[in-house]
């Protein structure tokens, strides 16, 4: 009989405690060793090291109060022993910091803009890799609300081993093949989703916000299209939960769109309302957005993604909140 398979969780923020919860308590299957490192960056709570505290109360105090965890998933805070052994490693940490995180564990991501982190992880670690996004906040997933998600992947049979790993009857998956379009609509989601915030600091409505959904949806497929390697880039996939589900849900209850809309009421830094209202942790949507206008320029598209290059030049180059509205008005769709 073959060994059971090691599982490490690299992370342990909002999303990766939520699904720590779920690992945890799936792993008593045969297939699955029992015990589950996890990855903690390592904080000191009220004088204690967050790792200490999980790994005596069984919960994260930081990042997701109120929920336990399992006892069989241990807190480890050096990333390379937390590692050591795995046969599946999950990573779910935002993806700034993946370039830190790969130099940790001897990972060099290069220097070019946008990269998928799976190709990063698939090229310098020579392992295969599927990628989980859906319409999943993290604290509906770790309060067993019912929800969807879609796992992408290359090779079908690694696909369905995540699935086994991840699937409860409260969150359901779908594998897929177009791995890099399921990567790339987690990523692109969080720009429209600050700017559906945006248009909530302005009190626009929910007409407004829907137009931001449907011309944000059209331009990640636009862009979709653009990034593919080999151009095949299915329509349908935009359809599972990691396509138009999720962007609603993120649009509407994300992080992204909340400290948006504070950032447009306030007048404050994307900074310092990061350190206000998400303990410290990082938004994804603002700076996904400065990768893809880097990429957007150097290819002269820019005036092509206008909502786009609205929520970056928002957020980095001080024009006012009020420019959303004039790209919606002249978006090229309505041309």
Known sequence: MASPLKVCIVG??????????IIGNNVTSLRFATTVKMWVFEENVDGRKLSDIINTEHENVMYLPGYKLPENV?????????????????FVVP????????????????????????????EKMGIDVSVLMGANIANEVADEKFCETTIGSRILENGLLFKELLQTPNFRITVVDDADTVELCGALKNIVAVGAGFCDGLQCGDNTKAAVIRLG???????????????????????????????ITTCYGGRNRRVAEAFSKMGKSIEELEKEMLNGQKLQGPATSAEVFHILKQKGLVDKFPLFTAVYQICFEGKPV??????LQSHPEHM
């Open 95 to 122: 993806h700034q910091f993946i370039r830190n995180l790969c130099d940790e564990m001897g990972i060099d991501a290069g220097p070019g803009g946008l990269k998928l982190i799976s190709d990063i992880i698939r």
């Open 12 to 21: 342990s923020g909002n999303w990766g405690s939520a699904i720590a919860r």
């Open 74 to 90: 241990v807190a480890v805070p050096k990333l390379r022993d937390a590692a050591e052994g795995a046969d599946l490693l999950v």
């Open 322 to 327: 009020q420019e959303m509205i004039s790209c």
């Open 217 to 247: 949806l059209m331009e990640m497929i636009a862009f979709a299209k653009l990034f593919s390697k080999n151009g095949a880039v299915s329509t349908a996939t935009f359809l599972e939960s990691c396509g138009v589900a999720d962007l």
